[in-house]
């Protein structure tokens, strides 16, 4: 069956720390895999995507997520992190198919500290 | 401008009564989607669509329908055999099935 985990519910970094949210996905074929980004009462906005090639995207507003192919992982990353990137962070995954259907985490809530 | 719209984004109704919750897309987007968004769950799939005429259940399909006479407009309708329909809800659409989707607003919908 399709999943998507995202082991980390609420996260609190630093202004100006790294940050790692962690994804690790179930699917029984190639995926598509994607991070969105929320802030609260809104709609979702894409941040990046992995579909093939290079296992290391970037995304915007600075953000890079690395495909592991061996860990089923797809971990976001940005060196920096900004109190504008206080939100909810989804992880979701489909696949090749235009039959697929997109399957998304629980999601992780990153707070930043001043 | 290219987007989702979803309206109306707040709507309040008395327990028993159904209500549809209506979704806009002028993106030429093949599949539409709805998901219901609850506090710590994520995102769940209620129905998909990747084509006019044509619809799936989602993961938690029990209590509401869809209709996609065309291609621009995916509506939901919650009934009253949604246990506990007070939640945000979601539409999203994207170019074909399993691509990356773009979401409207939502709509938050609150049963009394």
């Given at each position: ?37 929320q ?54 995954v ?7 259907k997109?399957?998304?985490?629980s ?8 | ?14 327990e ?6 209506s ?90």
């Amino acid at each position: 069956a399709q999943s998507v985990t995202q082991p980390d519910i609420h996260i609190t970094v630093s202004e100006g720390a790294s940050l790692e949210l962690r994804c690790n996905y179930s699917y029984g074929a190639t995926p598509y895999l994607f991070w969105y980004v929320q802030s609260p009462g809104q709609g979702l906005q894409l941040l990046l995507k992995y579909f093939s090639g290079d296992t290391l995207v970037q995304g915007i507003k600075g953000f890079e997520a690395e495909f592991k192919r061996s860990q089923s992982s797809f971990n976001l990353r940005k060196p920096s992190v900004h109190w504008s990137d206080a939100a909810e962070y989804f992880c979701a995954v489909s696949g090749y198919s235009s039959a697929s259907k997109i399957i998304f985490g629980s999601g992780t809530r990153l707070s930043i500290r001043p | 401008d290219g987007g989702i719209t979803q309206s109306p984004k707040y709507l309040f109704r008395k327990e028993g009564q159904n209500v549809t919750l209506s979704c806009e897309q002028n993106l030429n987007h093949d599949a539409m989607y709805w998901y219901r968004q609850d506090p710590g769950q994520g995102l769940r799939l209620i129905y998909y669509s990747q084509i006019v005429n044509d619809f799936q259940k989602g993961d938690i399909a029990e209590g509401y329908s869809v209709s996609r006479e065309k291609k621009e407009s995916f509506p939901l309708t919650v009934t009253s055999a949604q246990k506990n329909p007070t939640a945000f809800y979601l539409c999203a659409s994207s170019m074909e099935g399993g691509t990356e989707a773009f979401f409207g607003q939502g709509t938050r919908l609150t049963v009394v």
